[in-house]
């Protein structure tokens, strides 16, 4: 069975659904902005957006029954290397403060544009829903 997971508080996403959830247990999020539960975008920095970005996934996956450490995989495209690069300690300090110290697989790709002028980070993440990790 297959259906769309989308938090019940945010605004309905036009054309395609945060999540879909395979058998109970699958999930694959589509790509996650920096913007709010409205679609409103509060940060216009790196850091703001990613950790933005991240509380998303973070909603979506427990809109489907899950925690952060049922995540899997996380894609993240990226538009600008340099600050990435020059933001390491501001970046894995707001990673922590939502997935905690959870690392799943990942992948950072550097992109020209998003779709979305005003994003500057897109994560696409994965997770088995119930089969939370262990700690490393």
Request: aromatic content about 8%; charged content about 25%; proline content about 3%.
């Amino acid at each position: 069975m297959i259906e769309a997971v989308n938090p019940p508080d945010w605004e309905k996403p036009k054309g395609y659904a945060n999540g879909m959830l395979v058998d109970g247990e699958r999930l694959y999020t589509g790509g996650q902005i920096g913007w709010n539960k409205d679609q409103v975008f509060e940060h216009h920095d790196f850091v703001g957006q990613l950790e933005q970005t991240l509380a998303n996934i973070a909603a979506i996956v427990r809109s489907a029954g899950g925690e952060v450490t049922d995540i899997v995989r996380l894609t993240w495209f990226i538009t600008d290397k340099k600050e990435y690069l020059a933001r390491q300690k501001e970046v894995g300090a707001a990673y922590r403060r939502v997935l905690g110290r959870h690392f799943p697989s990942m992948s950072v790709v550097v992109v020209a544009g998003l779709i979305e002028d005003a994003a500057l980070v897109e994560i696409e993440a994965t997770a088995e829903i119930g089969k939370s990790a262990k700690e490393a």
